[in-house]
């Protein structure tokens, strides 16, 4: 009985330390969404972006974007999204000639 009893309590003593674990805000640190961007000027006076998003443990996104806003997820349909695992190293090029 005593050994039922000492297996019981240190399971449940185990489950509230795991909970605790996870509801305190250093577990979710380490999968948190976090995101850098890099402005590239154009001839025409324009920007585009590089943008970086890097969450979980093996997201690593590199996208480039009209978009200025820094905290937000690259869309398909408006952005271009590099296809290949990151992190990247990325070289730009600008002529700047006579107007």
């Known amino acids: 009985m005593k050994i039922a009893y000492y297996t019981t309590s240190c399971c449940l003593l185990l489950l509230f330390a795991i909970a605790g674990m996870l509801s305190s805000c250093k577990a979710f640190e380490l999968v948190k969404p976090q995101y850098g961007i890099v402005p590239v000027p154009l ?12 969450r979980g443990l093996s997201h690593d996104e590199l996208s480039l974007s009209a978009d200025p806003v820094r905290c937000r997820s690259a869309k398909p349909e408006d952005d271009y999204i590099f296809q290949a ?6 070289f730009t090029l600008s002529v700047w000639g006579p107007k």
């Open 43 to 54: 001839n025409d006076g324009g920007k585009l972006y590089f943008r970086r998003e890097v």
């Open 85 to 90: 695992q990151g992190p990247l190293t990325v």
